[in-house]
């Protein structure tokens, strides 16, 4: 008796779930992923061998290149509380809106006093400003000092933790500019500060 040929059929495998899993998962990187800012101006910042990822929080870096110092703080609301403190030390009065204009500012590189006016620039405008720097001295004029010291006040008032600080410096910087970034520090007693750096390759 003649066997009875079954036909082969192809498996069907259906990929809508995995599809799904990966929109998912592409969509929640996309949504997760803090986009690179771009620095005020270029420092070409030394290497290193150890990585340590920057904290998102509670976290200040002062870039230091080509003579000039700039100021960020990590935070919308540290960021508005700070601009708040330093208006209260040199009595200058920020509108609500000018308030909220700073929590978006990355990086502050001009004198309180020309704060306003850089403010009410949009930020094309901004992106094309030259910023002098934030006045670094060792008399009174020392607005940076003012900008570290209330920043660390406005992180303990909204998240009631220490302002972890660090330095990014160009790696041709001269000694002086960054000797006087440090003075500032430790005349606030801030004696443990952290150095960003860039990635090298350990030779083999």
Known sequence: MARVKVPRKSTAIDMTAMCDVAFLLLTFFILSAKPKVQDP????????TTIQALPENDFSSL?????????SVEGAEV?????RGMADQYKIAFT???????ATVDAV??????????????PKE???VAQPGVPVDTTDNNELFWWVKNARKADKLVHNKELKIAIKGDAKEEYP???????????????????????KTVSK
Do not use: C, W
């Open 41 to 48: 101006v270029h420092a070409d910042i030394p290497a290193s």
């Open 63 to 71: 870039l230091v290149a080509e003579g000039k110092v700039f100021f």
């Open 79 to 83: 960021r508005m509380e700070t601009l």
């Open 96 to 102: 609500p809106e000018e308030i909220k204009q700073f």
């Open 109 to 122: 590189g001009v004198s309180v006093t020309y704060l306003k006016t850089y403010l009410a620039m949009t």
């Open 126 to 128: 901004r992106s094309t």
């Open 177 to 199: 500019t960054i000797a006087k970034i440090i003075k500032t520090l430790q005349k606030q007693k801030v004696n443990k500060f952290g150095l960003i750096t860039s990635l």
